[in-house]
């Protein structure tokens, strides 16, 4: 049996990952920047209904931070910043201490975030697998 491979699939793919692959590496980092910003928005929110009287400037501390580790690597950093009024207080209304239980403000924002960033993800993905 006499076969030959044709490398117009091979070519083809190949001219089509050339073009997609910046697009999806700005569509992911877009991603990651919305989830970022939801579970920001979402821990302020629950910070604001936890952190009652005792930390009024608490949830305005919680900022993000994205960083680019490579062009394929996008990571974001979410929290309270430590050099806003009420900022340092993140661990110990996160975590709680022995007196003090814990909030679990941001716990609570990444759980519910994570299902949208999932599915996003998922399309950015299809995006760039999509070549026929």
Do not use: C
Not at 29 to 56: C, E, F, I, M, Y
Request: aromatic share 6%.
């Amino acid at each position: 049996m006499d076969s030959q491979f044709d490398m117009g699939d091979v070519r083809r793919l190949q001219a089509h990952l050339a073009r997609s692959i910046p697009i999806v590496r700005r569509e992911a980092r877009a991603t990651v920047s919305k989830g970022a910003l939801n579970v920001k928005r979402d821990w302020a929110k629950n910070a604001r209904a936890s952190s009652g009287r005792h930390a009024p400037a608490y949830p305005a501390s919680i900022s993000y931070d994205l960083l680019s580790i490579g062009p394929d690597i996008t990571d974001a950093r979410i929290g309270p910043d430590k050099g806003a009024p009420q900022g340092a207080l993140g661990n110990l209304l996160e975590y709680g201490s022995v007196k003090n239980p814990p909030h679990n403000d941001g716990g609570r924002a990444l759980d519910a975030e994570l299902p949208r960033f999932n599915a996003a993800m998922e399309v950015v993905a299809a995006h760039g697998l999509a070549w026929w």
